[in-house]
Nanobody, 114 residues
Framework: QVQLVESGGGLVQAGGSLRLSCAASRSILGFVVMGWYRQAPGKQRELVAG???????NYVDSVKGRFTISRDHTKNTGDLQMNSLKPEDTAVYYCDARYGRTYWGKGTLVTVSA
């Protein structure tokens, strides 16, 4: 079993920054993938960014150049640095990890005001 706990969400004005963190209950070294998804009201959950165990990083086109995903094996955390936030980034952000199966956190709300 893996528990994931997100933190760092909140209310920010457009153009601002937030840093989300995902704390895992075990070592993340064994995770095949660790990433971030988001779900806006009335929309499907979408992949925002992900790191594959070999180091490959993927971003959805809408966040390229603004968001940076990283992970820290010493702290067992995965972070998402979000800069130049836009109102359309407003969503609940979920951390996911693939370790035998996919695990999800409960999410953290990010609200970007115009």
């Amino acid at each position: 079993q893996v528990q994931l706990v997100e933190s760092g969400g909140g209310l920010v004005q457009a153009g601002g920054s937030l840093r989300l963190s995902c704390a895992a209950s075990r070592s993340i070294l064994g995770f095949v993938v660790m990433g971030w998804y988001r779900q806006a009201p009335g929309k499907q959950r979408e992949l925002v960014a992900g790191i594959i165990s070999g180091g490959t990083i993927n971003y959805v086109d809408s966040v390229k150049g603004r968001f940076t995903i990283s992970r820290d094996h010493t702290k067992n955390t995965g972070d998402l640095q979000m800069n130049s936030l836009k109102p359309e980034d407003t969503a609940v952000y979920y951390c996911d990890a693939r370790y035998g199966r996919t695990y999800w956190g409960k999410g953290t709300l990010v609200t970007v005001s115009a």
